[in-house]
């Protein structure tokens, strides 16, 4: 009886800057090929990242049976989860290469359900906080395209998409990723305001990170969070299909504020005796409030997928053909394989890619701070507040793990960090606040 043998069909990466940046302020995601590897490796031979610390990855009910049905294995690693695959060696122009024992399904789809399990997430993560629809994160390899790095030579597999356009009308978070033409912007406070004013957006690098275009699941039966405070009395919703064709109408209106709107996009016409379904799948949801900017979503209505208190769905499917995403090569081989030279050919491994979240840090102190104790070499980083009398960062400073210093041209401080990345919103910024005592002194003597 032949020996079993086992192969990856693919692997999931998920990566946190808040985790991985390293003590030079660095991005995990601006390294090359070569530092990247060496900072993962000394991450984990140093246990100090593991995904299970923030994440809670399963494979949904329905692709637990799937992967006992075409005998699959999931299994959970230090950077996320691959899937295996039980394959048969064969040598094809000298080369090893593994065809699947069984044969999957044109319509393969593997669904794996992400929930967090630290409780300051959303303080160290650059996600909303408070998203406009109670949608949930989607990803999948279908109809992405492969992320050229700044190597030209180097490019990774990200299963996110392209951060979205900027929206006249968009009451933005602070830390909120939108492009802005062909470049990608970090708001620096919360604000609405017109695209020609960059003043309150930063530069950033593309680097393909989980954004609000991401955030797209859907039931076909939601509400519309509306407060009484916003004093909302008129709401049309329109749902089109992504050619632009109008697939069905709302208009709810009130003479005192609407809260919550019940939204039913399950049928065309919910009131006849045989209404016409809604199928799942893309479309645009275009909203307008009391009549003013027409703000435009893109959503997945998929009733089956969505559960309201995970943070995101992970589709992987088989459908996807010809690409570097794809599972099986064109002739059905699993990508693994082992030339005649003895080069080796990886899995596909796909990536999501977290930012940590900026903050103002605000450094708090009994007796107060005095004008006097902004130094010179700390003027650059820092302004001495009159009002309060706190010490706040000149900008927003990326929240991690490491102690990374200020940098403000060849100006560099180590100033004391938020010891927990809890969060406090005030006007239109957020804040983290440090307190200064004995063991931690703003500037050392």
Do not use: C
């Amino acid at each position: 009886m032949s020996e079993l043998l086992y192969k990856p069909l693919f692997e999931v990466n998920l990566l946190h800057d808040y985790y991985l940046i390293s003590s030079d302020g660095g991005s995990f995601f601006e390294k090359t090929k070569a530092e990247k590897e060496a900072l993962i490796k000394t991450k984990l031979s140093q246990q100090t990242y593991n995904v299970t610390d923030f994440f809670g990855i399963e494979p949904t009910e329905a692709t637990k049976k799937i992967l006992s049905e075409y005998k699959l294995i999931y299994k959970k690693t230090t950077l996320g989860f691959l899937v295996g695959i039980e394959v048969m060696e064969e040598l094809k122009l000298g080369a090893k290469v593994y065809k699947p024992r069984f044969e999957l399904p044109d319509n393969l789809s593997l669904t794996f359900s992400i929930n967090v399990v630290v409780t300051n997430f959303l303080s160290m993560t650059n996600i909303s906080m408070r998203p406009t629809l109670p949608t949930i994160y989607y990803f999948t390899n279908k109809d992405k395209i492969e992320f050229v790095e700044a190597e030209s030579s180097y490019k990774t597999l990200p299963i996110s998409v392209e951060a979205e356009p900027y929206q006249n009308g968009i009451r933005y978070e602070m830390g909120a990723l939108v492009k802005f033409g062909a470049g990608l912007r970090e708001a620096l406070e919360f604000t609405m305001t017109s695209s020609s004013n960059l003043s309150f957006w930063g530069k950033l690098n593309d680097k393909r990170y989980v954004t609000n275009a991401d955030r797209v699941l859907l039931p076909a039966i939601f509400n519309y969070p509306v407060k009484k405070e916003q004093n909302i009395t008129q709401l049309q919703v329109v749902l089109e299909d992504q050619d632009g064709n109008l697939i069905k109408s709302i208009t709810k209106s009130s003479i005192s504020p609407l809260q919550n709107v019940h939204l039913n996009f399950e049928f065309i016409d919910e009131t006849i005796e045989n209404p016409v379904a809604i199928s799942e799948g893309f479309y645009n949801l275009k909203i307008k409030e009391n009549g003013g900017s027409e703000i435009s979503y893109s959503v997945y209505l998929n009733e089956s997928l969505y559960v309201k208190n995970q943070l995101g769905i992970i589709d992987v499917r088989l459908d996807v053909t010809d690409s570097p995403f794809s599972l099986l090569d064109v002739d059905g081989y699993i990508k693994t394989r082992v030339e005649n030279t003895g080069e080796y050919t990886s899995h596909p491994v796909y990536e999501l890619r977290f930012k940590n979240r900026k903050t103002y840090w605000r450094y708090n102190k009994d007796p107060k701070f005095q004008a006097e104790d902004v130094s010179v070499d700390l003027n650059p980083h820092v302004v001495f507040e009159p009002v309060t009398k706190k010490i706040i960062s000149k900008k927003p400073k990326g929240l991690t793990r490491a102690l990374v210093p200020f940098i403000s041209g060849a100006n560099e401080k180590i100033l004391p960090y938020p010891k927990t990345p809890s969060l406090k919103v005030e006007g239109r910024r957020m804040f983290s606040e440090i307190y200064i005592n004995k063991s931690n002194r703003l500037v050392d003597s």
